[in-house]
């Protein structure tokens, strides 16, 4: 009490709290305005995308194939089937691996080596989408002799992995010892206190990690051009080329007509409510886990 | 040059190295737990130095000494935990019913010596789940018998009553001292002959400490108890015999009411009486 009164007194002789008071709220001010500008640009693109593509968001543009070029009208229904696949398959190949991996981080590596590890896949991180792509042509397209969903699948797979180890890696880790401890005390084995114990204690985290990860590859493009391809059908199977939305965008968005244009705003629209969608879904599961383990 | 009788007796000699009397007299006794000259090691720093100690069947023991001076780490070697921490070896003999208990099937130690931790650490399972743990894991699956089990353990942990109507919620939903009855529960489900307890009353109330020595008196006759403890009326309340641990050496080892009353060390006196360092 009486030393702040006192720093008060000589602030207010020497004036320093004039000045004082003038930095607080430029900060204030400052930080305040590029907040707005973040929560601003987001609204800005949703509703920029609504406004330019919200025309052609009809029940068609989920049921109908493209028209030919040239004939307004039609939909992306192929290409919104193609991108859940592609999806699907990333995750079935991404998240398994990168988990398992991650657990072997976490539970059984040393440090030494966990370092390294974990230095491998952060430039497994950092390397460019469009390279993955070019790799999973080399791998799965040429020997193939097609393009196909499943090679889209495997290279999103690829990009997944990454966050997927590292998200199960912060996740096992932030589960205290305590509860290995109590369940290797019990006769556990370590393979049954991992996953009996310590994967379920992080299951929420683990959970939104994997969903805010799919959301993250969702709007790959570049990779899908050389694996998945495109297509203005539907595809014939896992294994021949199929349309996904973000090629999709992009081939409709270079084209010369503007119905072509308003269909690619359309998908953009789509896909980014998609991504929000997994986004909130995510951190409600991470509120709602975190609620529970304080309780 | 000796003598052919001579050389005789001194081969005898090498044979039978005379015995220790400390040594002797523990060994005379039934022991559960038999530690002799253990040394124990966290890399380079010795945490425990040449403990030989009996821990007597069905009788309660406490460890008591200043922080740091090992009673957790020796307490942890009886159920080999201490072998889930890297780079750490233990030196020595350590006897379970006789049979040297590091050659044993670890998990099958661990199922026979049971332990409760400082700190209430149930499984982000249901309250019947984290009982029915230790059965499941040990291959008890059979639902009559770990429905009874679970009903047996909880009774014997005094949490029954408070808990019964309210099985499949949440063990987290419980407040501290329950929880903690609830890890002595599923730590008794697999009916253990020895419960090791690290200071299992260090964040509980007055009652719910109580609670928890009550229930070690109920559970003596079966199990045999090694409780580590600062409480110094904790140990004179519950405790057979106390171990004073000091720089991880065993000062001095006697029934409780001697340590407490009639020390024979000097360190041990000073401790007892409030008047360490
Ligand atoms: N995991 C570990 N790694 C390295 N050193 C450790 C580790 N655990 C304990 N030690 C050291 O070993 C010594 C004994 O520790 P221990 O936990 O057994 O003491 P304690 O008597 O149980 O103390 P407290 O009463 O505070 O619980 C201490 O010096 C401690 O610093
Ligand atoms: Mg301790």
Redesign the pocket.
Known sequence: MATATYARSIAGVTGISASRKITNISMLAFTGLATLLCVGVLFFILGYLLWNGGRSLSLNFFTQLPKPTGETGGGMANAIVGSGKILLLATIIGVPIGFLAGVYLSEYSNKTFAFILKYVVDLLNGVPSIVIGIVAYALVVQPMKHFSTLAGGIALGIMMIPIAVRTTEEFLRSVPNNLREGAMALGATKARTIFSVVVPAAIAGLTSGMMLNLARVAGETAPLIFTAFGNQFWSKGWLQPTAALPVMIYQYAISPYDDQHQQAWAAGFVLLALVLTINVTARLIISRGASSARR | MATPQQQQLTGEALANPPVPMAHQTSMAVSSKLQANHVNFY??A?Q??KDITMGIRTNKVTA?I????????????TFNRMNET?RN?HVEGELLLDGENLLEMDVTGVRRRVGMVF?KSNPFPKTIFDNVAYGLRVNGMTKRSYVQEMVEKSLQRAALWTEVKDKLNKPASALSGGQQQRLCIARALAIEPEVLLL??PCSALDPIATLKIEELLFQIKDITTIVI?T?NMQQAARVADQTGF?FM?SLIEFDDTKVIFQNPTKKETEDYVTGRFG
């Not at chain 2, 000494?65 to 942890?76: A, D, M, N």
């Open positions: 966290y890399g720093f945490a425990l460890f000494g200043p922080s740091g001076c090992g009673k957790s780490t020796f307490l942890r921490i750490t400082q690290d200071e580590v600062h641990f991880g």
